[in-house]
């Protein structure tokens, strides 16, 4: 992650309780100030968490190209997301009839409950 003036940062991490195909990618995105948020930045956000967690399961697919596909259905790519002061966490997965599904899991005031959320998943 790199330095940032602003309040705001991005980035992207290792989850630390790797599952089904082990090292499992985070990303995190903050979208607006504490004080106010900008709905259209937001909306543009969410479409590029949506982006980056498709290319993360592309990614994985092509990793394990000798794998079998019920197996990719298994995995899911993680997103946080901050609005304001809120903390939202995000899925993506694939099905078994090869669509992508994107579903907001919890949202939350804080880390901890984040934290929480991602460790009750099953992976």
Same mark, same amino acid.
């Given at each position: 992650?790199?330095?940032?003036?602003?309040?705001?940062?991005?980035?992207?991490?290792?989850?630390?309780?790797?599952?089904?195909?082990?090292?499992?990618?985070?990303?995190?995105?903050?979208?607006?100030?504490?004080?106010?948020?900008? #709905?259209?930045?937001?909306?543009? &956000?969410?479409?590029?968490?949506? +982006?980056?967690?498709? !290319?993360?399961?592309? =990614?994985?697919?092509?990793?394990?190209?000798?794998?079998?596909?019920?197996?990719?259905?298994?995995?899911?790519?993680?997103?946080?997301?901050?609005?304001?002061?809120?903390?939202?966490?995000? #899925?993506?997965?694939?099905?078994? &009839?090869?669509?992508?599904?994107? +579903?907001?899991?919890? !949202?939350?005031?804080? =880390?901890?409950?984040?934290?929480?959320?991602?460790?009750?998943?099953?992976?």
């Amino acid at each position: 992650m790199q330095s940032t003036s602003s309040s705001n940062a991005d980035g992207i991490g290792y989850a630390t309780n790797t599952g089904i195909m082990d090292d499992g990618r985070v990303i995190f995105k903050a979208s607006s100030e504490p004080r106010w948020e900008d #709905v259209q930045h937001t909306y543009g &956000d969410t479409l590029k968490n949506i +982006e980056a967690l498709t !290319s993360i399961i592309f =990614l994985k697919a092509y990793k394990f190209s000798n794998t079998r596909f019920s197996t990719l259905t298994h995995y899911k790519s993680i997103c946080i997301h901050s609005i304001k002061q809120t903390l939202t966490l995000s #899925v993506m997965s694939i099905t078994d &009839d090869k669509k992508f599904v994107f +579903e907001e899991q919890k !949202s939350a005031l804080s =880390l901890l409950d984040i934290k929480n959320a991602i460790i009750g998943m099953r992976f």
